[in-house]
């Protein structure tokens, strides 16, 4: 890797998933540098918590990670999450229903989402009327992250086929 930015795409699941690693001169030097995965919160992605809005400019919601990396020498790792589309209990009822809004957004597969009684998953038939380019975005299962984290670590500790010409330290 190079000193800075680095972007990564790999399939997983037959997804493509994409991740920034932040790599400090003082970590491209050590042979074993800390690593810090920063999981963005939702309706968010790794290029946000790194500190840029999809157009390139600076954003005021950077984690502060890439300083940390910087001083510490560590490297900073910001995954982006899948879209979903889902529904929540807006108005408090304790009933997820057709009146609540579906939101359509990055986000983790933590326990609640597609629990039908606190985050459910929008129906197939509620996916088909979303337009494109949403539409491609969301017409999935619910995708286990750990999956994604599993070979982000296993690229970068080069154990990977995909990986094993790179740099084992990303």
């Known amino acids: 890797p190079e000193v800075g930015r680095n972007d990564h795409t790999m399939i997983v699941d037959d997804f493509e ?3 920034i690693v932040h790599a400090p001169e003082a970590a491209l030097q050590s042979e074993a540098a800390p690593l810090v995965i ?3 919160g ?3 992605n ?3 918590a790194y500190g840029l809005k999809d157009d390139g400019s600076l954003t005021d919601q950077d984690a502060g990670w890439r300083e940390v990396a910087d001083a510490s020498g560590l490297i900073a790792v910001y995954p982006t999450a899948l879209n979903y589309c889902f529904r929540e209990d807006d108005n408090g009822d304790g009933v997820i229903d057709s009146d609540d809004t579906p939101y359509i957004q990055e986000k983790w597969t933590v326990a609640k989402l597609g629990d039908p009684d606190r985050v459910a998953l929008c129906t197939p038939e509620e ?5 494109e380019p949403d539409r491609s975005k969301v017409d999935h299962d619910r995708l286990e992250d750990r999956h994604f984290v599993d070979a982000m670590l296993e690229a970068k500790s080069g154990r990977s086929a995909a990986f094993q010409s790179q740099d084992s330290r990303f």
């Open 38 to 40: 920063f999981f963005h």
């Open 46 to 48: 790794g290029n946000l």
């Open 17 to 19: 998933r994409e991740y």
């Open 127 to 131: 996916i088909a009327q979303i337009p």
């Open 42 to 44: 939702s309706n968010h």
